[in-house]
């Protein structure tokens, strides 16, 4: 069973910057496609963020497109979140999602299209 394990998450400045990370253990990420969630106290699951297995396609939400990049790095088997201009609102824990896609051309925020998750891993935006 593929597993997937979230890290990067801090407490950090409004304004400021912060790459997650989500990388895979017992199989490798290169068929998958690979998506990003948050939730925040209180408030449902937000898909912000995915990337197909070939890279070739990327989606984000409105409430994070320009500030907000995802890559990943098939040879590390992980996929990164690069976040830039955080905003007090951005707190939430963060989730990576992934799903089979051999073809290379899923990428979809919808949490439904996902079939393994990560443990989450917590972004507080503070001064």
């Known amino acids: 069973q593929l597993q997937l394990v979230e890290s990067g998450g801090t407490l950090v400045q409004p304004g400021g910057s912060l790459r997650l990370s989500c990388a895979a253990s017992?199989?490798?990420?290169?068929?998958?496609?690979i998506g990003w969630f948050r939730q925040a106290p209180g408030k449902e699951r937000e898909g912000i963020s995915c990337?197909?297995?070939?890279?070739?396609?990327?989606n984000y939400a409105d409430s994070v497109k320009g500030r907000f990049t995802i890559t990943r790095d098939n040879a590390k088997d992980t996929v990164f979140l690069q976040m830039n201009s955080l905003r007090p609102d951005d707190t939430a824990v963060y989730y990576c999602a992934a799903v089979s896609d051999v073809r290379g051309n899923i990428c979809g925020l919808g949490a439904s299209l996902y079939d393994y998750w990560g443990q989450g891993t917590q972004v507080t935006v503070s001064s």
């Open positions: 017992r199989f490798t990420l290169d068929y998958y496609a």
């Open positions: 990337i197909s297995s070939s890279g070739g396609s990327t």
